[in-house]
Each structure stands twice: as C-alpha cells, then as structure tokens.
C-alpha cells in the first residue's frame, strides 16, 4: 500500500469519512469533530504505520490534513 493510501486511510479511521471528503483544507477549523482525542489517535496511528516518532511540537502542529503531510515529509516519510 502506497503512503499516500496508509495516510488517507487512517484519516478515513479516526474521522468517519470518505476519502474524497480530504483535501489541504481538511482541519481542525473545519472539521467539528476534531479535537485533542481525535488529534492523539491521529498521531499515535500514523506513527505506528510509518515507524516514527513525532515530537511535541509536530503533534501539537498536526492540525490539518496538509500540515499532517509536511509533518511526515520532515520524517522522510515520502506522500
């Protein structure tokens, strides 16, 4: 499975949506049920599917679908 289809699926997992709901502008300003639960369970899935560890200051930052992709891109995480 390509990264790009692990990343979407996860998100698809955590906020209950289809894959073509996600796009740059998917977020915690838009998305109502977005918040520090969903933004943890986030985090802690996307780092076991691609082996990393984030730190503080990337979860904290992982506040959309786009930010998310730069924040794996500075893992060397290929999207």
């Known amino acids: 499975m390509a990264n ?3 990343y979407n ?3 698809t997992e955590v906020f209950g949506v289809d894959a073509s709901a996600l796009n740059d502008s ?3 300003d838009t998305v109502d049920q977005w918040d520090s639960v969903h933004q943890l369970n ?3 899935l996307l780092e076991e599917a691609f ?3 984030l730190d503080p200051e ?3 930052g992982f506040t959309s ?3 998310g992709k730069e924040i794996l891109k500075n893992q060397d995480v290929e999207i």
């Open 51 to 53: 082996d990393i560890m």
């Open 58 to 60: 990337d979860i904290m």
């Open 26 to 28: 998917f977020g915690k």
């Open 65 to 67: 679908y786009a930010a």
């Open 9 to 11: 699926e996860i998100f």
């Open 42 to 44: 986030l985090v802690s």
């Open 4 to 6: 790009l289809e692990k």
